[in-house]
């Protein structure tokens, strides 16, 4: 079934090029300074989720005030895509800072034992966002792959192992998120063309993960050499792949156009990692040229990844120019077929 | 026969304390400009005084000055030279780390301009300095090249060995004794071994008696063993984590010049057991049969991808690990 037939079955009529974004938007200065403050022991997690509660309304408002087709709960309540998840689920230790790039660092979680989901973890936070508009909110995890990769691993003897372990337990988060009733759920894994070699630990990862549940999936990745991994990457069971275009200069896109991609695209219009503000003209002429390679029924629009990097204002204009620009190659399409 | 306990290259340049993240503020601050260059130099040099004497007091024999200045691998040597912009991020290998791609934009010139850190370092270091350059090959396949001037990578490559052999020559010239060039790309493209040996002796031409290792990581170098021992360098350091037949490989072809071998996982936190001490036996056993007299033993790679406090450990278990071995006096 195609992916917008997927997504009429499950009760949820999108326009064309749908918008949406990857996951994380910026916290605002008081929620980091209260995360801060919390992680010293100088305010206590009742307030802590006071002001990350306030901040996701923040960013449900500005979504449902430009009009994202497909709005994100921003992630005001994670640090990072991987450690978020191993601080919630058993097997990990909280592992030392590493470097990402630059002057950003993380924290990489250590596997030392058998690794367990507890409860929901994203469940709340996916209901909050939902009760603030009429929408569909996407539900956002980190798959088993990328959570392997991006992990010490002291426990399982080998890498499928560990990355396996982790994809069955989130399954249970995913189900929990479809009770909730969730109906579009990303799964990123941007460490997904690390080693070409095993990408298919990461497709059966996705396959534990999400087989027979009913729910339209993305996953995401991004800042990869998917060269190396197209096109078996299209093996994923996934409707959709959210992939990173304005930062690489859209170069995948001929690629696809001479392959065929056979899904539905999020196709990154805007450059995550710079200051500078994209307009709605340039992102309406990268959404026309993703369109000569991709039908309009299979594309979606958004930023290359997360913009947690970015601050709240860049991130506002950024996603302001993805609607805006993104409505006007709509009115063009409309136009046409009238 | 020598053992001799090295670190690989970079050092985590963050740990947990608030005074080892004196670094990370001083970048923050330089960004916005509430730092002069100056100062974040100043910064930089007492953060890596004190990784090469933390190296040292874990054990080593030859430390490195961690690179904790460096942005990346890449585009750090890369932006010292005209005619190179500096472009977006992309994945550094299978690891989590990312570099930022050298844009070339027209003929190259200039100066890598390494050999101060050099210099610099010797004179805070109790033990002998061992620089790092990253490789013409591996800085071209890195690169996007937007100018005519070069038509492909064989092109790029040659015209970078030329300035690595400028920098190995300085080296030379400050006193260095042994030099360490990165070529990972090499292993994922032993198609180009050639044009990498024929880069190699461009850059080493002029280097005088500073001796040169060659280390290649993040893949298995089994099947390039053999093509590597005619590399016109006068060390292999190789990466043993993603080969598991390339010990058995270097029993069977011996070495005709010391090796590095990377024998302690520098990815995993997990502490690398006894087992390490057998390879380095096994390998100090084939390299005492063709007379070779020295054998270095390493992290396979950078200990960037590790927290400080892990890296630290992993050199206290090298000095360990190489302690209980049989066939070589440490």
């Not at chain 1, 995948?252 to 196709?267: A, I, M, Q, W």
């Not at chain 2, 210099?119 to 061992?130: E, I, L």
């Not at chain 2, 010239?173 to 990972?184: K, N, S, V």
Request: contains cysteine; charged residues 25%.
């Amino acid at each position: 079934m195609n992916g917008r037939r997927k997504l009429e079955a499950l009760g949820i009529n999108l326009p064309l090029l749908p918008t949406t974004a990857v996951g994380s938007y910026p916290k605002p200065v008081e929620l980091t300074r209260a995360r801060t403050a919390h992680a010293r022991g100088e305010i206590d997690h009742a307030e802590l989720r006071r002001l990350e509660q306030e901040a996701t309304a923040m960013w449900m408002g500005f979504q449902n005030e430009i009009g994202v087709d497909v709005p994100v709960d921003g992630e005001m309540y994670r640090g990072d895509m991987v450690a978020f998840f191993a601080e919630e689920m058993d097997g990990f230790e909280r592992g030392g800072l590493v470097r990402s790039y630059g002057n950003r660092f993380y924290r990489k979680p250590i596997i030392t034992s058998e690794i367990g989901w507890k409860q929901p973890m994203t469940v709340d936070w996916w209901r909050y966002a939902q009760s603030l508009t009429e929408a569909p909110v996407k539900g956002m995890l980190t798959g088993g792959y990328t959570v392997m990769d991006w992990s010490f691993n002291e426990h399982y003897p080998d890498r499928r192992e560990a990355a396996l372990a982790f994809s069955r337990e989130l399954r249970k988060e995913v189900e929990a998120l479809i009770e909730a009733g969730c109906r579009i759920i990303q799964i990123d894994e941007p460490a997904l063309s690390v080693r070409a070699g095993e990408l298919d630990v990461a497709i059966e990862c996705m396959r534990v993960t999400t087989e027979g549940l009913d729910a339209y999936f993305l996953t995401h990745a991004c800042f990869g050499a998917f060269e190396t991994v197209f096109p078996g990457m299209l093996e994923m069971p996934v409707d959709n792949f959210d992939l990173e275009m304005a930062n690489s200069g859209f170069d995948l896109v001929e690629t696809f156009h001479r392959h065929g991609f056979g899904k539905d695209l999020s196709f990154g219009v805007v450059d995550i990692h710079s200051h500078v503000v994209e307009t709605a003209e340039q992102v309406a002429e990268r959404v026309r040229m993703a369109l000569q390679s991709m039908p309009a029924e299979n594309l979606w629009v958004d930023p290359d990844c997360g913009l947690k990097t970015r601050t709240v204002e860049e991130a506002q204009a950024k996603m302001r120019a993805i609607v805006q620009g993104t409505r006007e190659v709509r009115t063009e399409l409309s136009a046409v077929a009238r | 026969m020598r053992l001799i306990c090295a670190n690989h290259s970079a050092y985590p340049r963050v740990g947990e304390t608030p005074e080892s993240q004196r670094l990370r503020r001083a970048y923050a601050r330089r960004e916005t400009g509430d730092v002069s260059t100056e100062g974040y130099v100043e910064t930089a040099r007492d953060y890596a005084a004190e990784v090469i004497a933390e190296q040292a007091e874990a054990g080593c024999d030859l430390v490195t000055d961690g690179q904790v200045h460096w942005y990346d691998l890449i585009s750090h040597p890369a932006s010292r030279l005209d005619g190179v912009g500096i472009n977006g991020l992309l994945r550094f290998f299978d690891t989590n780390t990312y570099i930022r791609q050298p844009e070339i934009l027209g003929p190259l010139s200039g100066r890598f301009d390494l050999t101060a850190d050099y210099t610099w370092a010797t004179t805070v270091s109790s033990r002998p300095v061992k620089p790092v350059l990253t490789g013409p090959y591996t800085l071209a396949r890195y690169s996007i090249v937007r100018t005519d001037h070069y038509s492909d990578v064989a092109a790029l490559t040659m015209a970078l060995a030329e300035l690595v052999g400028d920098e190995l020559h300085e080296l030379g010239r400050a006193g260095a004794t042994l030099a360490q060039i990165d070529e990972p790309e090499l292993l994922r493209h032993p198609e180009d071994a050639a044009l990498v040996n024929k880069a190699l002796q461009v850059a080493t031409d002029r280097k005088g008696p500073l001796r040169v290792s060659l280390a290649t990581y993040f893949g298995d170098a089994t099947d390039l063993y053999r093509t590597l021992l005619d590399m016109p360098v006068d060390m292999l350091a190789l990466d043993l984590q993603y080969g598991p037949g390339l010990v058995a490989e270097i029993e069977r072809q011996g070495s005709d010049r010391p090796l590095a071998l990377g024998a302690v996982d520098g990815r995993n936190t997990a502490l690398d057991g006894t087992s390490v001490a057998g390879i380095v036996d096994r390998v100090a056993e084939a390299l005492d049969s063709r007379g070779v007299e020295e054998l270095h033993l390493q992290p396979s790679c950078s200990l960037e991808y590790l927290p400080r406090d892990r890296a630290r450990r992993k050199l206290v278990r090298m000095r360990e690990i190489a302690e209980s071995v049989t066939k070589v006096g440490a």
